[in-house]
């Protein structure tokens, strides 16, 4: 009853930008951090930046000075700016929240939800 909707993935040349959003939705009570991972085939899913409800963030080194985190609380939805984008960001890009849902009538304990996954090729 709570669902994370990424989109923004494609295709794009080394050197290139692509922003990556996603939106919470469904019976949401409240929403704390939200984040972005992402799997590269072969290898395991890897953090790469997060951002609390007060817009602290964190990024992983491969990504600092290239990748922005951002959050716009209202409309419960998380971007990922990605600017200078190399072969090796290639991979599939997962979006992550803390969630507390309410459900018929009950607020529930916070957990993490996942959003399906969006591609992001690097590639010339």
């Known amino acids: 009853q709570v669902q994370l909707v990424e989109s923004g993935g494609g295709l794009v040349q080394p050197g290139g930008s692509l922003r990556l959003s996603c939106a919470a939705s469904?019976?949401?009570?409240?929403?704390?951090?939200m984040g972005w991972y992402r799997q590269a085939p072969g290898k395991q899913r890897e953090l790469v930046a997060t951002?609390?409800?007060?817009?602290?963030?964190n990024y992983a080194d491969s990504v600092k000075g290239r990748f922005t985190i951002s959050r716009d609380n209202a409309k419960n939805t998380v971007y990922l700016q990605m600017n200078s984008l190399k072969f090796e960001d290639t991979a599939v890009y997962y979006c992550?929240?803390?969630?507390?849902?309410?459900?018929?009538?009950?607020?529930?304990?916070?957990?993490?939800?996942w959003g399906q996954g969006t591609q992001v090729t690097v590639s010339s």
């Open positions: 469904g019976s949401i009570f409240s929403i704390g951090a």
């Open positions: 992550n929240a803390h969630i507390s849902a309410r459900i018929t009538g009950v607020i529930r304990l916070p957990r993490d939800y």
């Open positions: 951002i609390t409800n007060e817009g602290m963030t």
